[in-house]
Antibody, heavy 119, light 112 residues
């Protein structure tokens, strides 16, 4: 069974930093393309960024609102995906979901982790 | 960036009756490989989203056959043939034809 478990969320002040982790199991993580998707309270879904598998090039892509502030990385030896978030803004307040991309779909989703940015 | 719109944004339905949601993209979702990467996701209250339909009309594993998808180009539809209580939630269309992947605003389905 595929499992994606996010951790590391919480309350942070504007301008602060936070690192989210996503522990993956039930599939070959090193072969997976992984994305972060977020959902502001009461709002819709927004793709944040993606990292390809190393065999796929290992490159990252980011949505315009987070480019230059957020960094996605992976540790295939630990089956873990990361989202480093710097210079956080109140608009970044959201539930952040870790997802596995497959066949042009967000195939599997974690339960999500809340990040609150507030003074 | 491709903009996705949905109508209606809210859909109160009677149990056992059909429901229909429309999704429109700002440009054609036909990929250069010939596929159309339009999917539908369901988000039940308090749950993460899950895939219902992919590539316009293919039901994801475990999805009941009361859910169906149709459409082409820029106009797509999700239909629920007979709404059940467990179908309450928000439904999103999503395109993966062009990067960045984008979502519609969501349609809230609840019971009258």
């Amino acid at each position: 069974e595929v499992q994606l478990v996010e951790s590391g969320g919480g309350l942070v002040k504007p301008g602060g930093s936070l690192r989210l982790s996503c522990a993956a199991s039930g599939f070959t993580f090193s072969n997976a393309w992984m994305s972060w998707v977020r959902q502001a309270p009461g709002k819709g879904l927004e793709w944040v960024g993606r990292i390809k598998s190393k065999i796929g090039g290992g490159t990252t892509d980011y949505a315009a609102p987070v480019k230059g502030r957020f960094t996605i990385s992976r540790d295939d030896s630990r089956n873990t995906l990361y989202l480093q978030m710097n210079s956080l803004k109140t608009d970044d307040t959201a539930v952040y979901y870790c997802t596995r991309e497959l066949d042009w779909l967000f195939y599997n989703w974690g339960q999500g982790i809340l990040v609150s940015v507030s003074s | 960036e491709i903009v996705m719109t949905q109508t209606p944004l809210s859909s109160p339905v009677t149990l056992g009756q059909p429901a229909s949601i429309s999704c429109r993209s700002s440009q054609s979702l036909v990929h250069s490989d010939g596929n159309t990467y339009l999917s539908w996701l369901q988000q039940r209250p308090g749950q993460p989203p899950r895939v219902l339909i992919y590539r316009i009309s293919n039901r994801f594993s475990g999805v009941p056959d009361r859910f169906s998808g149709s459409g082409a180009g820029t106009d797509f539809t999700l239909k629920i043939s007979r709404v059940e209580a467990e179908d309450v939630g928000v439904y999103y269309c999503m395109q993966a034809t062009q990067f960045p992947f984008t979502f519609g605003p969501g349609t809230k389905v609840d019971i009258k």
